[in-house]
């Protein structure tokens, strides 16, 4: 079945630290890739998205994801957290054709930022 | 510019009622998507519409419906209420031009089921 898995649940780091969270996806063909991330209290907004071109993007706030095409993955990275990245991160996929609007979303990552 | 709004904030309801839940979004945005939001299944795609039309539509039983206005506006219906539609429901807009535009999301109708 098609899906979009994210490995990690829950995430603990202190600040500075680096972060890595995955993302794999099961669809075949083209498609476009998202991150958004709810901080608490707040909406779900975008930080990236891939549909084309350089597989390395960069997003809001630091952020930056690789798309591995061969690995069917979509990891968001960031050099060093801060606090106030303390967040759920979802990772998303839009089939493109085969699912039109449509967006597939992982379970989502929560991210925990500690001084 | 004002962000998609969706009123109400929260519902609560009985089993067998229905509800209707409403979505405005951004100003010059034509699609709106509905997504149901659970901490077991995560965040499922409902259906999009795009200019009055079902454009596409999720894995969800014929209770959840929906329709759009020509002013964009979206309304979603839920009837017969069961315990598992306790959810949190989103709706997010975007122009609707080109897949995989971004998707803007508002607060969501926290939607509780007795």
């Known amino acids: 079945a098609q899906s979009v898995s994210q490995h990690n649940h829950h995430v603990i780091l202190s600040e500075a630290a680096s972060l890595e969270l995955g993302c794999n996806y099961s669809y075949g063909g083209t498609v476009n890739l998202f991150w958004y991330v709810q901080y608490p209290g707040q909406h779900l907004q975008l930080l990236l998205k891939y549909f084309s071109g350089d597989p390395l993007v960069k997003g809001i706030k630091g952020f930056e994801a690789e798309f591995i095409k061969s690995k069917f993955s979509f990891n968001l990275r960031k050099p060093s957290v801060q606090w106030s990245d303390t967040a759920e991160y979802f990772c998303?996929?839009?089939?493109?054709?085969?699912?039109?609007?449509?967006?597939?979303f992982g379970k989502g990552t929560s991210l925990l930022v500690t001084p | 510019k004002a962000g998609v709004t969706q009123t109400p904030r929260y519902l609560i309801k009985t089993r067998g009622q229905q509800v209707t839940l409403s979505c405005s979004p951004i100003?010059?945005?034509?699609?709106v998507s509905w997504y149901q939001q659970t901490p077991g299944q995560g965040l499922q795609f409902l259906f999009e519409?795009?200019?009055?039309?079902?454009?596409n539509k999720g894995n969800f039983p014929g209770r959840f419906s929906g329709r759009q206005f020509s002013n964009s506006r979206s309304e979603m219906n839920v009837s017969t209420l069961e315990l598992g539609d306790s959810a949190l429901y989103l709706c997010?807009?975007?122009?609707?031009?080109?897949?995989?535009?971004?998707?803007?999301f508002g607060p969501g109708t926290r939607l509780t089921v007795l």
């Open positions: 100003s010059g945005h034509r699609s």
């Open positions: 997010a807009s975007s122009l609707g031009d080109t897949l995989g535009d971004e998707q803007f």
């Open positions: 519409y795009f200019s009055e039309t079902q454009r």
């Open positions: 998303a996929v839009n089939a493109g054709s085969n699912s039109g609007y449509a967006l597939n």
